[in-house]
């Protein structure tokens, strides 16, 4: 039987938070607030869609725009 490597990459191209948005997202966790639906939504499909990579072998990478 052949060993054979296959390499996987999944990309996502979706409208994200920036970086300063997310930070203060995590801060307002920290201080009990609650989230907005988007952020909560972003995160979900972050985190399946990485799941998902992990469970097939795939490489995830986010594109993100300027």
Do not use: H, W
């Amino acid at each position: 039987m052949r060993d054979e490597k296959k390499l996987s990459i999944a990309a996502l191209s979706q409208t994200l938070p920036d970086r300063q948005q997310v930070a203060d997202a995590f801060e307002d966790i920290q201080n009990g607030e609650k989230l907005s639906p988007l952020f909560v939504q972003m995160y979900r499909l972050l985190q399946t869609f990485f799941a998902a990579c992990t469970e097939v072998g795939a490489t995830g990478s986010i594109v993100c725009r300027p």
